[in-house]
């Protein structure tokens, strides 16, 4: 398999992968499907951003956001079925029993672990003990600037710390269990190891002060972005849309079984990070995850990265006892591996 060359790197040397806009599939269909799976995506943003910010106190609320977040996946899951982007990634009851399971963990026991020690705790505690205080000029800012500044900081720490997850060794341990989904669907974003599901959401929003109104217009925006990235509908994305933001295409890029795609598009929500560092790919892949797409099950999810690490461990400090001048093994390597 030749793969394509992309920069300096050849990417689908390992697996089949589409790269380039141009050799995306449409949707096919009348007018009608054309006209909805092309301006869908916009049509949400733009009326997500229209009702947070006219929306009256009295529901301009975190529940509000709940039901709506809710309300919004129902509706995904329906188009995941009317208009799948690829038969091979279609839901069946053993996937969605999983990914229940995580987003059931994401909203209970991960919820309070980060209540307790989360960023946010973090940063009030520090700023306490040494009497800082918070950046508060960020409040005298148009709402529309606070939200698109916590949506912008909070995807530039994840650029970061993603990018991180596949660079150093210990990180990826952690991350490495998201790459072993073989599918994209509505919840998938949710399935992942605990302790990498709160490295993720960590943040620096903390240090600043903002409307109550900028944060949940910013939830709202980042929810009409960044959810398409786990998603298995085909979209006539607009070519605009998918310069500045995430699409399905290039997450499915990251999480294909050809590794140097999966070492691209790093951001949550803005794909225009990606292109500012050179690591955005354009393109698509249908075959995912890892070790020819072998499927984790939770166990295994929930302990992979302790007992690979420990076998790591051993690995190592076995090959230095019985070769003391031997140096250590390159920790990318083994991540590679």
């Known amino acids: 398999m030749d793969g394509v060359r992309v920069g300096n790197r050849i990417i689908g040397g390992q697996s089949p992968v589409t790269i380039g806009w141009e050799n995306i599939p449409r949707v096919q269909g009348g007018p009608v499907k054309q006209f909805v799976f092309t301006y869908f995506q916009p049509a949400v943003l733009f009326a997500m951003v229209l009702f947070w910010y006219y929306a009256p106190n009295s529901i301009a609320k975190a529940s509000t956001a709940i039901g709506i977040g809710i309300a919004f996946r129902v509706l995904l899951l329906v188009l995941e079925w009317v208009n799948p982007r690829f038969e091979s990634w279609q839901l069946t009851w053993k996937e969605l029993v999983t990914d229940l399971f995580y987003v059931g963990l994401g909203y209970t026991i991960l919820n309070m672990v980060d209540n307790y020690i989360g960023s946010d705790v973090l940063i009030e505690s520090l700023l306490s003990t040494y009497d800082w205080g918070k950046f508060s000029w960020f409040t005298g800012l148009p709402l529309l600037v606070q939200a698109f500044l916590i949506l912008f900081m909070f995807d530039f720490g994840q650029y970061w710390m993603h990018r991180g997850m596949h660079n150093w060794y210990p990180l990826w341990l952690t991350h490495s269990v998201h790459h072993y989904i073989t599918q994209l669907n509505i919840n998938k974003g949710a399935v992942g190891n605990p302790v990498e599901l709160f490295l993720i959401g960590l943040g620096i929003g903390g240090l600043f002060d903002f409307l109550p109104r900028a944060a949940l217009l910013a939830g709202a925006i980042g929810m009409s972005i960044g959810v398409y990235q786990h998603i298995n509908v085909r979209f006539n994305t607009p070519a605009w849309w998918r310069f500045l933001f995430n699409t399905t295409e290039h997450h499915s890029l990251h999480h294909s079984q050809d590794f140097e795609a999966t070492r691209s598009n790093y951001a949550s929500n803005f794909i225009f990070i990606d292109r500012i560092f050179g690591t955005c ?23 992979f990265p302790f007992t690979e690490g420990w076998k790591t461990t051993k690995q190592r400090f076995g090959k230095r006892e019985a070769t003391p001048d031997a140096p250590f093994a390159d920790s990318n390597a083994i991540a590679a591996e």
């Not at 790919?281 to 295994?300: N, Q, T, Y």
Request: charged share 35%; glycine share 18%; hydrophobic share 40%.
């Open 281 to 303: 790919v354009d393109g698509e892949a249908e075959l995912l995850g890892m070790e020819g797409g072998r499927r984790m099950s939770i166990r295994e999810q929930m302990l």
